[in-house]
């Protein structure tokens, strides 16, 4: 058998199928719910074999079309930066508001992905987001925490 | 019948009418386009500004603004891969190709002819089908839809061709598993969530829909930046904006339109179905009635694959006011809204409406005509401008993607946790990607899993455990027969083709 990543990602289905089943096998039914035709665990039940059934046959049937990814050609570097700064801006998004932690992710996802425009990277950053919050906020009437904003007056 | 058309028509057709329509209409696109922010939420948000108006006058604006939200709904997928209601994902699996390779402006007038001609032809079985349907759409038993569910999925052939049948099949699982996270809708047991109060109410589908289409799309851009293999064609902006569809173009729309119109029609009039099961089956029943040289260019920029969904997903929005108006039954989200809408202006749907009050009925019917009229005059003409989105430079388009997709689940949950969800669910699918594992089926199986489990848990809980209410009525045996005789055709077809 060749092993391959596509045959390494079906065994880690697999895995994770198994898991699944077992934690299907976990979920608390109520007791007179426990012999019902169907309850609680019965369609995760199935799934979990199904996914056994399916991450098994691709684990052991040949793979003729192998598929070979040039990982030297990748940029690994550049996007787990801006995977980095998007799990920053989460982190922060609620704690500092919207609009600062939202125009901080553009501005810096701009210029690590190579941009120098410093004016026009400002202006789709800082005003954009305020236009953009404008939209949702002000027109649409859709809540955005904002304490940033709030501690300096600019929101109710 | 012809006098309710014509009062209707003369409601619709005055000047405030049409102008508030025209309002309607471009707030709607704009709504629309926002991720997370479908048709549901735009008429939500447009309820309190229609009192203010006399009712067919708040139904029309209502109107405008439906059918610009699913129309601003298929330009975010096309042009940047973001669905952000269901019924506009298979929009995007041959609208973004097909901008991807310059033609986002003839991708875009496609999609907006055929929603057109979907409406349109779908408006015209309403005329003539609404009250005999209405009795027929109750008839259906959860049997039925399970077995319908079970057909819709067989729209993952459409993705398991070279061979990737396997790995279609474990993205359905993978989908299917993903939605049976939360709550159960039943007995209100938590599965799956481990603890987490964040995960109680489930997994939502914009984070899904934006982690495995936008945010990943967006990463995979960025990843194979550098590789010579996926080095992306500079396309010039004339050729990006023009909306020009030629004549064997055409011939396919004209063939695509009236099945998927029909087939979308029906479905939109089960309650509970809607325009995402519709789209779904109008793109595989056409990936299953094309020529084979077409067969291979769906899910890479197909005429038909882009025209079916447009059609049947508007075809099904106007079925889905059958059971609305003439049962009292809302058939999805957005008409349960507008049900709402309609009893808050004192308007009672229901079998007595159609008799009853047939002006009321009309002026409803036709002001979701002229919603679509007025969208395909307005819109059409915008579409070059809409589509240089994609002339902005990676450096900024990149980023903002993110910040749309990040932005579309914030305002949803309005915590940390649902991003950094959204964050590893990209970041798997990035990585499924490049091993060419498709993301469609995933979807699929996502939106479908809970009413499938639904359904299967009220078919085996009614026959006591038994199985046989799959063959028990003859429609779920329809259904299921032509399901099986699909199945088999692919294998035979493959395994034929393979042979030869």
Redesign the interface.
């Known amino acids: 058998m060749n092993i391959n990543t596509t045959k390494i990602i079906s065994l880690l289905f697999f895995i994770f199928s198994a898991f699944y089943l077992y934690t299907a096998y976990q979920i608390q039914v109520f007791a007179f719910d426990e012999n019902a035709p169907f309850n609680a665990r019965t369609f995760p039940i199935y799934l979990g074999y199904t996914g056994l059934f399916f991450s098994g046959l691709k684990l052991i049937l040949p793979d003729p079309d192998t598929i070979k990814v040039e990982h030297k050609n990748l940029e690994y570097k550049k996007t787990g930066i801006l995977i980095i700064i998007a799990i920053i801006y989460g982190a922060t998004i609620l704690k500092i508001g919207y609009f600062l932690t939202t125009s901080l992710f553009l501005f810096t996802s701009y210029y690590f992905l190579g941009e120098r425009r410093w004016v026009l990277m400002f202006l789709l950053s800082f005003p954009f987001v305020a236009a953009f919050m404008y939209l949702l906020h002000g027109v649409l009437d859709i809540y955005l925490r904002d304490p940033f904003l709030k501690s300096i007056g600019v929101m109710g | 019948m012809i006098e309710g058309i014509l009062i209707g028509l003369s409601t619709a057709l005055t000047f405030q009418n049409i102008f508030v329509v025209m309002i309607g209409c471009f707030f709607g696109t ?2 629309g386009m ?1 991720p997370g ?1 479908g048709p549901m939420t735009a008429i939500a ?1 447009m309820i309190p500004i229609t009192y203010g108006f006399d009712p067919a006058t708040g139904l029309i604006l209502m109107a405008g603004v439906y059918y610009g939200a699913v129309f601003g709904g298929s330009t975010s997928s096309i042009l940047l891969n973001a669905p952000g209601v269901p019924g506009t994902v298979a929009t995007s699996f041959d609208g973004y190709p097909m901008a991807q390779q310059g033609k986002a402006g003839k991708a875009l007038a496609i999609a907006a002819w055929s929603s057109f001609a979907g409406g349109t032809l779908s408006a015209i079985y309403l005329l003539f089908m609404a009250p005999s349907l209405s009795k027929v759409s109750l008839s259906f038993r959860s049997p039925d839809y399970f077995a319908l569910m079970i057909l819709g999925l067989t729209a993952i052939a459409a993705f398991s061709s ?3 049948f ?2 279609a ?2 993205m359905v ?2 989908g ?2 993903l939605a ?1 996270v939360g709550q ?1 809708s ?2 209100d ?1 938590t ?2 969530t481990f603890n987490n109060m964040n995960l109680t109410d489930g997994i939502s589908f914009v984070l899904v829909v934006m982690a495995t289409f936008a945010m990943s799309e967006a ?1 995979t851009i ?8 996926a080095a992306a064609k500079q396309v010039s902006l004339t050729e990006l904006g023009s909306i020009k569809i030629d004549k064997e173009e055409r011939g396919k729309m004209y063939k695509t339109i009236p099945r998927s119109s029909i087939i979308g029609f029906l479905i939109g009039v089960l309650p509970g179905a809607g325009a995402t099961i519709a789209s779904f089956l109008a793109y595989g029943m056409e990936r299953n009635l094309v020529k084979d040289d077409e067969k291979e260019k769906f899910g890479k920029g197909s005429v038909n694959g882009l025209s079916a969904p447009e059609t049947a997903n508007n075809a099904a929005c106007s079925g889905s006011f059958v059971p609305m108006l003439t049962l009292g039954i809302p058939g999805s989200g957005t008409t349960a809204v507008m049900l709402g809408a309609l009893l808050g202006f004192g308007i009672q749907p229901g079998p007595r409406l159609y008799m009853t009050n047939p002006e009321i009925f009309w002026s409803v019917i036709m002001s979701m005509y002229i919603g679509m009229v007025v969208l395909l005059i307005l819109n059409l003409p915008l579409i070059p401008y809409i589509a240089r989105i994609l002339a902005v ?4 388009l ?3 993607i ?2 749309f997709s ?2 579309g689940i ?2 949803i949950s ?3 946790f649902d ?2 969800l959204m ?1 590893g669910i990209a ?1 798997v699918a ?1 990585f ?1 990607r ?4 498709p993301m469609p089926p995933l979807i699929l199986a996502f939106v479908l899993g809970g009413l499938m ?1 639904e359904n ?2 009220r078919s ?2 009614l ?3 038994s199985w046989e209410f799959l063959w028990d009525r003859t429609l779920t045996l329809c259904i299921l027969t032509t399901t099986i005789l699909i199945v088999v055709w692919h294998i035979y077809k493959t395994v034929f083709k393979k042979r030869s």
Do not use: A, C, H
């Not at chain 2, 960025?222 to 293999?229: A, E, S, V, Y």
């Not at chain 2, 490049?434 to 594992?437: A, I, Q, R, S, T």
């Open positions: 704009i709504i926002l922010l948000l070279k061979g990737q396997l790995k099949m474990m699982v993978l299917l598993m049976s159960d039943l007995s047991i599965r799956f990463l960025i990843l194979k930046r550098n590789d010579p293999t430079p990676k450096n900024y990149i980023p903002l993110l910040f990040i932005t914030y305002v309005f915590n940390n991003i950094y964050i970041v990035t499924l490049l091993y060419d594992f489990e299967l848990r085996l809980l026959s006591n455990g």
